[in-house]
């Protein structure tokens, strides 16, 4: 500890017990020194944050519990590159497991249901890959509903576990009433 009350650690620091950062600015990284980690305090958009700075060439990230939420896990991108502005909520988690993207709380929640919610500002879109390559997705422009199958497959649609229309690739479409297929 210098006369600042500046502390460094050079090599692993191991805490047994609870380490109050609270005023903590920056820790640098030795040979990495791009590299800082700020705990505590409050950032921009309101959050008590644990915030990670790669960089002036990279995104920074803000983590954290947000207070217009006390309950809300939120993970926040800086506005520019290396900045430390942070207005846009990317992520949210909330205490009943509602997860949030591109929003600070969900559309449609109710006690004991899981919700992920998807909220651009004129369009969003929930995308289904396989192995690293587009297999599907969910997309609303704004105004329209697509449920699309980007693959050379069909769309199947089921209820009570038991497969009620199947539209196969070609454009044929299948309904299934019980004992009777309907074509």
């Known amino acids: 500890i210098d006369s600042s009350e500046s502390v460094t650690f050079a090599g692993t620091a191991t805490f047994n017990s609870t380490v109050d950062c609270a005023g903590l600015t920056s820790v640098n990284s030795g040979n990495n020194s791009g590299v800082a980690l700020t705990i505590g305090g409050e950032g921009g958009n309101g959050l008590k944050t644990q915030y990670i700075v790669t960089g002036s060439s990279h995104t920074n990230y803000q983590v954290g519990v947000a207070t217009h939420a006390s309950s809300v896990f939120s993970i926040t991108p800086s506005t520019a590159a290396g900045g430390t502005t942070f207005t846009n909520t990317a992520l949210n988690i909330d205490a009943s497991g509602n997860v949030i993207v591109g929003h600070t709380a969900a559309i449609l929640s109710a006690s004991n249901r899981g919700n992920v919610t998807i909220n651009g500002a004129s369009e969003s879109i929930l995308s289904l890959g396989i192995n690293g390559s587009q297999g599907g997705y969910l997309y609303h422009d704004g105004t329209t509903q697509y449920l699309v199958n980007t693959i050379n497959g069909g769309q199947k649609f089921f209820t009570n576990n038991t497969e009620r ?18 074509k």
Not at 166 to 182: E, K, L, M, P, R
């Open 165 to 182: 229309m199947n539209i196969a690739s070609s454009g044929i479409t299948t309904f299934y009433n019980d004992a009777q297929v309907v």
